[in-house]
């Protein structure tokens, strides 16, 4: 995402060759406190099962924007959501200039007020960065995108399952939305070659006149790695992210709640009056009036090569936290069934505040 999703922030990053003594304290003391925090959080997510769903989407391949693949895990989607005895919804809307066909999908789990209540979105993208016929050979490889395209989506699948099973039923009704044609085409980010999939959707509610129903909308994004965190964000709701930040420091998660970028980090964009954030799918909602909230595990996750450095600059990496993020590295084995089921959990933790959210909204 960055690139999925772009971030006007480029993550401060310390490099491991110039760490000092109280750098290298402070990193120390940032891992120790991670592992005091619960590993996951309880509640009704079964990271495992979530995972199975990872594994299934993964063994298609690279799954980006109008490929054969992505087309398979729509059908594992759709299919997956039938068993459940629920009836999935397709957007399909071939795009004008591109010539692919955008397929979003969408289930309801029917609130109080099935026809006319309020609706919250849940949505995460499920295709994959294109990393092929590039011009540059840096940028092709095999990328089948485990946490950047597959473990968000399967988050959603698992909530599918969880509020199914929900009683009393939500007051909401609550939309889970796999959005397509999310990574921009171009390697570097291209605002008018991304996110076609949401603007599509928001389009489309907007002309069936289901947006002034849609109350709320949370994006998950960038979940899945084994020292999991959840990262501020410039362009998310506060109210919403003061919820979500609340919720998490009610499960025993301040550890790996907004704790990136740090200050340190924004400073200069504050100073500046300079705009920071990440260009997302909630980005699209937020530009129709939704309400909008981010949670993604991005920052940190930058290798040099994709850190946009200019001559004799030395990239920097945090050796807290691994960098996969649009490399080969993305892959089953950085996947981790405790950080999605922590982020399924969190949601659900947080689902009576995002319905007195939703409720309270005229």
Known sequence: MVGSPRCYLVPMVVGSKRLG??????????LFLLLLVPSCGSGPVDGGKARQHVEKMVAFGPRPFGSEQLAKTADYITGELSKLGLKPQRQEVMHEKEKKMIRNLYVQIDGEDAANGPILIIGAHYDTKIAQGHSEAAHNFEFVGAIDGGGAPAVLLELARVLKEKQPRPKVNVWLYWIDAEESIDWTWNDERALLGSKAFCKMLSETKLLPRV???????????????????????????????????AMGESGRMYNYPTDEDLRPYRERGMPWGTTDDHKTFAAFGVPSVLLIDFARRIPPQHQGLKPGQQGSVDPAFTQWWHTPDDNLSQLSSKALAFTGNLVMAAFDDLEKFCTSRK
């Not at 003594?21 to 940032?30: D, G, I, M, Q």
């Not at 994004?221 to 919720?247: A, C, M, P, R, T």
């Open 21 to 30: 003594t109280r750098a290298l304290c402070l990193v120390l003391f940032s």
């Open 215 to 249: 109350k709320a909308f949370v994006l998950l994004d960038l979940i899945g790695d084994h020292n999991y965190k959840i990262d501020k964000d410039g362009n998310s709701d506060s109210k919403l992210q003061e919820l979500f930040e609340k919720v998490g420091k």
